[in-house]
T-cell receptor
Framework: DAKTTQPTSMDCAEGRAANLPCNHS???????VYWYRQIHSQGPQYIIH???NNETNEMASLIITEDRKSSTLILPHATLRDTAVYYC??????????????FGGGTRLMVKP | GAVVSQHPSWVICKSGTSVKIECRSL??????MFWYRQFPKQSLMLMAT?????????EQGVEKDKFLINHASLTLSTLTVTSAHPEDSSFYIC??????????FGPGTRLTVL
């Protein structure tokens, strides 16, 4: 069973914020939300992850709802190079006992000039 | 972020030959590495989990005698596709997990079997 639900595709204008939603209504208390992206013909790139607090780094912000049933990845100023498939993944964290990553279909983000 | 390399980036081989793909964590040690396969227009599928110094754990449907995995050090894991056939043509990607439990992926190896 899929643990996350994401829209199949989204468009975003260059320079605008890209907001990518993810539903994970069955998330467990010890599961983290991870975001990766994959640019065509490359390996996935780690973006950000969080448990329940909002997180921000140099690439993006992650907003997790209070009930943790959904989250949004925000790219504040999208560029053409952000065109990629974005994967939202939930997994148990915490050291070497953590689960492996299971990839779903992801969201294909197209940033347009 | 941490860097993971793969070699070669692409390889073309004849049917029946074996191909070895290397995965290295360049600036961190990885007790656990993972091997994925991705067919065109599909998502990544986990093939096996590789633990340093022990046998790999294979996902259901992945033949361990065909896809040999060796994780001899904390920075190197290898995947050997034995007796490759055209249906093994795919994009093979490895990842390495760091001490903070974050996985970093290599750039992938495109295998084409003629």
């Amino acid at each position: 069973d899929a643990k996350t639900t994401q829209p199949t595709s989204m468009d975003c204008a260059e320079g605008r914020a890209a907001n990518l939603p993810c539903n994970h209504s069955t998330i467990s208390g010890n599961e983290y939300v991870y975001w990766y992206r994959q640019i065509h013909s490359q390996g996935p790139q780690y973006i950000i992850h969080g448990l329940k607090n909002n997180e921000t780094n140099e690439m993006a912000s992650l907003i997790i709802t209070e009930d943790r049933k959904s989250s949004t990845l925000i790219l504040p100023h999208a560029t053409l190079r952000d065109t990629a498939v974005y994967y939202c993944i939930v997994r148990v964290g915490g050291g070497n006992a953590g689960d492996m990553l299971t990839f779903g279909g992801g969201t294909r983000l197209m940033v347009k000039p | 972020g941490a860097v993971v390399s793969q070699h070669p980036s692409w390889v073309i081989c004849k049917s029946g030959t074996s191909v070895k793909i290397e995965c290295r964590s360049l600036d961190f040690q990885a007790t656990t590495m993972f091997w994925y396969r991705q067919f065109p227009k599909q998502s990544l599928m986990l093939m096996a989990t590789s633990n340093e110094g022990s046998k790999a754990t294979y996902e259901q449907g992945v033949e361990k005698d065909k896809f040999l995995i060796n994780h001899a050090s904390l920075t190197l894991s290898t995947l050997t596709v034995t007796s490759a056939h055209p249906e093994d043509s795919s994009f093979y990607i490895c990842s390495a997990r760091d001490r903070r439990d974050t996985q970093y992926f290599g750039p992938g190896t495109r295998l084409t079997v003629l």
